[in-house]
């Protein structure tokens, strides 16, 4: 069992099985499945390190638990500029009314200067 970031608690059991839950609220946030019973379970540099006995393995980054909330949606909208629309997806730009579009364009004027 460890702390993990923001709020979050990561368990290791002897039957494989690893997993990130938010403490507030008890909600899982993710889950794996290794082969055999987890040896070593560590944070280290914002990363998960979950090792079986068997030699069974996973690592997970951590690093968008401690991303702010726009620069978690600005990277979302880099890596996914999609919505839903209409039953089907749409490839579409930042919306121009978003608070973080918003506090992009601030963070890029203030840099200007």
């Given at each position: 069992m460890?702390?993990?970031?923001?709020?979050?608690?990561?368990?290791g059991y002897a039957n494989g099985q690893v997993g990130i839950w938010d403490l507030e609220n008890g909600a899982r946030l993710e889950i794996a499945k290794l082969h055999g019973p987890l040896?070593?379970?560590?944070?280290?540099q914002q990363k998960l390190y979950a090792v079986t006995e068997l030699g069974d393995y996973l690592v997970?980054?951590?690093?968008?638990?401690?991303?702010?909330y726009c620069s978690l949606v600005r990277s979302l909208w880099d890596?996914?500029?999609?919505?839903?629309?209409?039953?089907?997806?749409?490839?579409?730009?930042?919306?121009?009314?978003?608070?973080?579009?918003?506090?992009?364009?601030?963070?890029?004027?203030?840099?200007?200067?």
């Open positions: 460890l702390e993990g970031p923001r709020g979050t608690l990561v368990l040896t070593h379970l560590r944070i280290h997970w980054d951590l690093s968008i638990f401690r991303a702010d890596k996914v500029p999609v919505v839903w629309q209409a039953g089907r997806p749409t490839l579409l730009p930042r919306p121009e009314e978003h608070r973080c579009r918003t506090s992009q364009l601030h963070a890029s004027k203030v840099s200007d200067r």
